[in-house]
């Protein structure tokens, strides 16, 4: 690809097969073969018998006989659309992607309407790595059907190779909602959530496509590796964390927030680390473990807040459109907040926030209760941002 994007393998449309075809699912290829070509040297002029032996080598990954079959088969039916698409994708996979394209366009001219050819011609613009043209070839092929999973997975292949993440997991999520068996799709959903840190939502995804193939060694080491992540993510989670901890974290250093001491406020007693734009008030459990149990952002200026960049954490949000941009100082504070506190990815973070913003009541994400609420202090009204752990098997 003209990116260097790595190229994967995609999905095959379906096509009918015979008893003989059937048979390379069993074994015996190479008989198979001969017998086909013996059909082909015996009526030459069929159509049918190149078509059966260009899918069969097809079947075996043999990409390159395959297309010298279909192309003796065009030569004799070239009003075949299906014989067509077949004919480029063995292309395609040969590395021939202009002639692969060439062949779509003359399916397209006998079957405007056929959602497969433009989806087949959409992957061929992809392999060509001319995305723009893929899209919009993809895009006829959803108007045409838009219950094909697999248009909707190489559109996600698409947006990964422009380096659009969160379009291409719309598009990997809309394809495994169609075909939940999708093995490719759903690999490379979690492919896609993991490389965005949402490692719990790559975790579900892969536990899901392990079930469907649990030979797959390729999925049960990538769940490891996702598994060993999240405990590493967990052991940097605050709550349950000692007071010392709590004063070396990102949220206290980046946030230059000095410690002041116990204070008493509306919510009980807490340590408070003291900045210029915001706090942290931090409640330990009186056990002898004496870890964090309880803690609250507060934001000194809110209205101040949401009108400047976030320069304190440097945390970057998605937009609409897919671009990333600096997200404002309130957002940034608080989805470092949530990422900390809670031992979470920022985009598990992110998703949490948009809850919390569009809730009136608290909820319960990874073990703590949060909320947003008013707060008096010093005769100043400030909103804080609170976690609290639920009881101790979240700790």
Known sequence: MADGTEKRSLPLLGTGVDATLARLAVGDSAAIIAELKLATEQSPDDATHWLRLGTAFAAIAHPAEAASAYARAIALDDEDVELRILYADALGRNGHHDQAAFQLVQARRLAPDDARVHRQLGVAFFDKGLFDKAIHSLALACSLDGADARTHFVIGLVHDARRDPAQAIVAYRRAVALDAAMLDARCTLADALAAVGELHEALRELEIAQRLERTNTRIARNLEVLRHALAELSLRRLLGKSESIVGRS??????????????????????????????????????????????????????????????????????????????????????????????????????????????????????????????????????????????????
Do not use: M, N
């Open 250 to 395: 990102a949220l206290v250093e980046k946030g230059k927030l000095a410690r002041r001491g116990l204070i008493d406020t509306e919510l009980g007693s807490f340590i408070r680390f003291e900045g210029a734009a915001l706090e942290l008030w931090a409640h330990f459990d009186d056990d002898a473990s004496h870890v964090l149990d309880r803690v609250v952002l507060v934001l000194c200026d809110p209205e101040h807040a949401l009108r400047v960049p976030d320069d304190v954490f440097g945390v970057t949000v998605l937009s609409r459109d897919g671009a990333s941009e600096r997200a404002d100082l309130a957002t940034g504070a608080s989805l470092a907040f949530l990422r900390e506190v809670l031992g979470c990815p920022l985009t598990q973070a992110s998703a949490i926030y948009a809850e919390l913003v569009a809730s009136a009541a608290p909820i319960e994400r990874s073990g703590a209760r949060l909320g947003f609420q008013p707060l008096s202090f010093e005769g100043r009204s400030h909103v804080g941002l609170s976690a609290t752990v639920l009881d101790e098997t979240t700790r």
